[in-house]
């Protein structure tokens, strides 16, 4: 398989990837040593700015902890790490989980 063939490869499972608990990738590309991306928005805030926000039962950080594990499972079983798992890189908005800024951080660098 030549290099050409497994950058379009990897192309594809990354903006095939589809999870309620992912931010959806619709297409990324690098040009003139700069990487882009095209995503899903997602209206909310980050984790520590929620738990800042909002006074959570323990029933809810365990309903958000499962998202974020159920996101998580979801990725690794495709394949991809995020490798850089920070409360920034989890988005809440109505007590929905979307992990984002994972593409840089899974095998998607080795790419380009």
């Given amino acids: 398989?030549?290099?050409q063939s497994q950058k379009i490869c990897?192309?594809?499972?990354?903006?095939?990837?589809?999870?309620?608990?992912?931010?959806?990738?619709y297409d990324f590309w690098q040009q003139d040593g700069k990487y882009?991306?095209?995503?899903e928005f997602v209206d909310g805030v980050n984790l520590t700015q929620?738990?800042?926000?909002?006074?959570l039962s323990f029933d809810e950080l365990v309903d958000?902890?499962?998202?974020i594990i159920a996101g998580l499972q979801y990725l690794h079983s495709n394949g991809f790490v995020h490798g850089d798992l920070t409360?920034?890189?989890?988005?809440?908005s109505d007590m929905k989980v979307k992990i984002t800024d994972f593409?840089?951080?899974?095998?998607?660098?080795?790419?380009f």
């Fill in 64 to 67: 958000l902890f499962q998202q």
């Fill in 50 to 55: 929620f738990i800042q926000q909002k006074s």
């Fill in 103 to 111: 593409v840089q951080n899974s095998h998607t660098q080795m790419m």
């Fill in 36 to 39: 882009y991306c095209i995503m």
């Fill in 10 to 25: 990897n192309k594809e499972q990354i903006t095939q990837l589809d999870h309620k608990n992912i931010t959806k990738i």
């Fill in 87 to 92: 409360s920034n890189n989890i988005i809440i």
């Fill in 1 to 3: 398989q030549t290099v």
